[in-house]
């Protein structure tokens, strides 16, 4: 072992270490990579921080800029409760409730998006005089089952950034546009209705029915401080936006579709939206701060690090010695069960980040497709439902719906087998890892 796959594999292991036992926020722990690999000469300025120019930044960068200005519309929640209307049935509470999820769902990820929720969850239940226990876990679920799915936002820009990590190892990056949504299709059909009429239907009641005034409180404290923070915006503005979104995104899928640059349709927008006064430049340059283009930014020299000083086939060749010669379907199980675990008691990102790279330079070395490791260790993290600590979107439903961890272990039991049990027998089919 040399020096520098000594130093590389510190690094990553430290990296690791960092967010699983949470001594770091992942984004501060992902830019110590490229100062720390740059600081011992084993990467040079350029491959250290050529994130900071990777189109998959810009394309992130841009779309949070796109969401910030959709957040600042009142639009979602009007329709949603436009749908509930009173003496609604649980079912036809939390079909309303859906709504605002699956919309913002696209532009934001679930830990920003429960926040919001929650309120508007107190509100309804104060109305319907319905207990919080009954809604909050199953639209925290939906949550985080709809983040990633449709490839807007943040998530617009993945496919480019997981194809670098595969490229800098040495290999074909062959993730697309539309990827992660082929690989979910199933998963969202069957569980997106089993959430909203099974998780309802065996959520427990608590007895915790809010009371109008605490409702009307809180919703007020939420709406003044999206009033500061963000600005009103007219009528006609709102429709602006919206019709800046709508061309954004056909923008987007017309250039994948036929090939060509994916980043500039929403950097476009995101200017358009500026000039227009609809953003402040402080208000884009907020957007900007959110901490997954610093994750982006910060791991993606670490795949460069791992292939220039040999540690890709280091690692590669331990994983092949443990899991004993599997077979190319095990393998992606084994990967899978691995992070499903491991989220259940640490913050699924956290897992996700520190696994999605191990799993690229374990396809390049063997020649597998790096999509199917790759989806396995993502999709497995992402299978977040047993624990609180899984996901800071479940630790904030956990609070506030009063739930004991039997009551949250026993609601995400059956969700938790259907995700691995659609992953196990359809993504293998489509996306074989050899």
Not at 292 to 310: K, Q
Not at 346 to 351: F, H, L, R
Not at 379 to 395: Q, V
């Amino acid at each position: 072992m040399t020096t520098d796959i000594a130093i590389v594999l510190i690094v990553f292991l430290l990296f690791i270490v960092l967010i699983l036992t949470g001594k770091a926020k992942i984004h501060v722990a992902a830019m110590m990579i490229p100062i720390a690999l740059e600081i011992t000469g084993v990467l040079g300025f350029r491959d250290a921080w050529g994130g900071l120019l990777n189109s998959s930044v810009i394309m992130m960068g841009s779309m949070f800029v796109i969401s910030s200005a959709i957040n600042k519309t009142s639009l979602v929640s009007r329709l949603s409760k436009a749908l509930i209307k009173p003496g609604s049935s649980d079912f036809k509470i939390m079909l309303g409730l859906s709504v605002p999820v699956l919309l913002l769902g696209c532009f934001i990820n679930a830990a920003t998006l429960i926040p919001i929720m929650l309120p508007m969850i107190t509100a309804i239940c104060a109305e319907q005089r319905r207990p919080v226990s009954k809604f909050v876990y199953p639209v925290c679920v939906l949550a985080q089952l709809w983040a990633g799915f449709i490839p807007t936002g943040g998530n617009a820009g993945t496919y480019l950034a997981n194809n670098t990590i595969v490229e800098n190892l040495g290999g074909v990056g062959t993730w697309g546009y539309f990827t992660i949504m082929i690989a979910k299709i199933p998963t969202i059909l069957i569980m997106v209705p089993l959430i909203l009429w099974y998780s309802v239907k065996i959520a427990p009641d608590n007895g915790n029915i809010p009371s109008l005034e605490d409702s009307t409180k809180a919703a007020a404290e939420v709406a003044a401080k999206a009033k500061r923070k963000s600005g009103t915006l007219s009528a006609k503005q709102e429709k602006a936006v919206m019709i800046i979104f709508a061309l954004t995104v056909i923008g987007v899928v017309a250039c994948a579709i036929t090939g060509n640059s994916t980043w500039w349709p929403s950097c476009i927008a995101a200017l358009v939206l500026i000039f227009s006064g609809i953003l402040t430049d402080r208000e884009a340059i907020s957007a900007l701060g959110n901490p997954v283009i610093f994750i982006t930014i910060g791991t993606l020299p670490l795949a460069t690090a791992l292939n220039v000083t040999g540690a890709d086939v280091l690692l590669a060749d331990l994983f092949n010695k443990a899991t004993g010669g599997l077979s190319p379907v095990m393998t992606m199980l084994l990967m899978y069960l691995v992070t499903c675990t491991l989220t259940q008691f640490v913050t699924n990102s956290a897992v996700s980040n520190a696994f999605k790279t191990l799993a690229a330079l374990i396809s390049v070395q063997n020649g597998y497709d790096a999509r199917a490791l790759m989806l396995a260790a993502q999709e497995g993290s992402s299978n977040c439902y047993l624990f609180p600590a899984a996901a800071p979107g479940m630790t904030l439903a956990y609070e506030a719906g009063g739930y004991t961890l039997k009551q949250h272990f026993k609601q995400g039991l059956l969700l938790t087998i259907v995700r691995l049990a659609i992953f196990a027998v359809y993504v293998p089919m489509i996306y074989p890892l050899a």
